[in-house]
């Protein structure tokens, strides 16, 4: 395997200058080329009516991981084109984690896909939303 | 036009009983049959590495006016299934509009479109980011 | 409003130009600046097994159209970066039509959405699809 | 793992009754739990303009596959909600395979995600288009 375009400290970096990530306490769990996990503490303040995690949160997280798994392919001057989300269950837990991996590069575009999944104190493990995004590399 | 199934008030209670949205200080701006209207101030937290609106701020706010929007057509009890959302320009200014439509109703879901419109301080107007929705109405 | 970047004609010659869209029978029914609409007459060969229009048709004239739509403000010369399309409905009925709307126009790519919508023999409509691309232009 | 819950004989005889896929020529390469494989050959009357495959060919197979590869989870009761494709390149080739998995299902809906190589004469493979969709089950 190829090194990544960027390695865990200038990923965390990388996170750490952008304060709405701040914010929500996002933190990078691993890169590796063509992939980015992204990980966020479940906190009151992240939460909708009845609970569960905001649907806006998981779509922010997608959007985030999306770019860095692009990232690890293709460096960090890279903005995301758009993104598709599905949510599939409503999401409770300790913890949410963003598991994105960027499948295929042009000169132009990475396509990433990810998994968010929620993670419950003792450890369970439910995938709450999927999705996809293309990532356009500036030039 | 038929009356909204939720009015300005409700909308602004349900919209306040959303941790995440108060956090970001979304506010309901309007709402009628088919139509809501969400905006949030743009704070340096909620931006990303180079200054502009962070994109997951874009898809969060796309997120929650997509439902609202279904939901005056069909009572809050709806839960947005997915949803997708294109970046067209940096988003900068003072205040991020989100304008959706709920322009399709089943018995089972509504599509919902917005477009983010960023409004910069001498009131100049620049679509950011348009999203397209399904939001399923709970039974 | 100001004229299409390409009128009717052109738009009907290129529409021939391409064999799938002859293989289904596709026909322009107008174009303005920023607005194409596509028809489709629902043939036996255009169903799937339970006697309703196939959802590949509809994707495939959602993407027809969004790129249509694109070049009346652009010009020929774009192509499809990516749709999403939501089914509502069962499609039946005598005739598709694509109404496509490019909304949002920037120098590299275009906005386009696009709703798909059954008209049945006597004329009733009903909307089947929504739909939502963007657009690169090519330089 | 499990067997599928449609094999490679009901999945082929699924595909032979829905008119639109014999028409492109549709044929079902592989199908298992989780997992089918679609494929069509290039023929001139699925090109566009420029002599590359229809962008509205890639999302009809997409589409078919998504569902196909839902299929071999929950059963053939099933329709695609919608799907979200990215083209990536343009298509040309011998053969073009729509390679969809499953990968997660509730009671309610099927998320699945493909890929659509095309295989050049000589066996070289691109990977041309990367797709998203939910798939409802019906009850």
Excluded: K, W
Aim: hydrophobic share 50%.
């Amino acid at each position: 395997m190829s090194a990544p375009a960027i390695d865990l400290d200038t990923a965390r970096r990388g996170l750490a200058s952008q304060p709405f990530a701040v914010l929500l306490g996002t933190r990078v769990a691993a890169v590796e080329a063509g992939r980015a996990v992204l990980e966020v503490d479940v906190r009151p303040d992240l939460l909708q009516q009845n609970g569960f995690v905001h649907g806006g949160v998981l779509a922010y997280l997608a959007d985030n991981a999306l770019t860095f798994a692009a990232g690890t392919l293709v460096g960090p001057d890279v903005l995301t084109a758009g993104l598709t989300i599905s949510y599939l269950r409503p999401a409770a837990g300790a913890v949410l984690r963003a598991d994105a991996v960027a499948e295929h590069a042009t000169a132009r575009q990475v396509l990433s896909r990810c998994d968010i999944v929620a993670v419950a104190e003792d450890g369970t493990e439910r995938v709450v939303a999927a999705a996809q995004g293309t990532v356009a590399v500036r030039r």
